[in-house]
């Protein structure tokens, strides 16, 4: 049982540079969701998917872009990393609400990211 | 927009002693359904107990229960017995289901310290 896999687990980058994360879900799930994890701030939503071929933005959204191609794939772009995108990124998935009763999020374990 | 609210950031109990996490949401929708989520230091996401608004009674998770006050708009975390374990962040999260597709909203956080 995978559930939700993200790719890679650390990274470090230097300003101006830019990277993919990758996020795999093998539960069927429609929605996949995005988030940064600052200290002191939560957990921020940046992009989130509701299915495959559509994305919309969350709280936090510039600097970053997103695909979905496939309903298990959620991608999350930094086109020319900025030090203020250091973060612990963190992918989600759910059920679409009236599919299963169950909807809470499942998470992916993190990944760390430094920005030089 | 949905919105959730932990005011406390930290918090400190006695081992075997109960603890409560308070967490208030602002939205104007009727249905929606409330989260509650734990970090361990480890840093993966523990979902933990779920309270739905149209819910009839508390939800209760073993050692979980959830203090729904619907008029009020708080759904406080409930551990009884606390464990060394339990020290951990919490996150209270929110998603609204009437309004189509909306995602998981997070609160900041509240850090639980428990004391031998």
């Known amino acids: 049982n995978a559930g939700v896999t993200q790719t890679p687990k650390f990274r470090v980058l230097k300003t101006g540079q830019s990277m993919t994360l990758l996020c795999a879900q093998d539960m069927n799930h429609e929605y996949m969701y995005w988030y940064r994890q600052d200290p002191g701030m939560g957990l921020r939503l940046i992009h989130y998917?509701?299915?495959?071929?559509?994305?919309a933005k969350g709280e936090v959204p510039d600097g970053y872009n997103v695909s979905r191609l496939k309903k298990q794939n959620f991608l999350l772009g930094l086109e020319s990393a900025a030090p203020s995108q250091t973060s612990v990124y963190f992918c989600?998935?759910?059920?679409?609400?009236?599919?299963?009763?169950?909807?809470?999020?499942?998470f992916g374990q993190g990944t760390r990211l430094t920005v030089v | 927009a949905q919105k959730i609210t932990q005011t406390q950031p930290g918090m400190f109990v006695q081992e075997k002693e109960a603890v409560t996490l308070d967490c208030t949401y602002d939205?104007?929708?009727?249905?929606?359904?409330l989260f509650w989520y734990k970090q361990p230091s480890s840093g993966e996401m523990i979902f933990l107990i779920y309270q739905g608004s149209y819910d009839q009674q508390n939800a209760t998770e073993g050692r979980y229960s959830l203090n729904f006050q619907k008029a009020r708009k708080s759904a406080n975390l409930v551990i009884s017995a606390s464990q060394l374990g339990d020290s951990a962040m919490y996150f209270c999260a929110m998603r609204v289901f009437n309004s189509g597709n909306t995602p998981l909203v997070f609160g900041k956080g509240t850090r639980l310290s428990v004391i031998a």
């Open positions: 998917s509701v299915g495959e071929g559509t994305t």
């Open positions: 939205t104007s929708d009727p249905s929606y359904g």
């Open positions: 989600a998935s759910s059920y679409r609400v009236g599919v299963s009763p169950n909807t809470e999020a499942f």
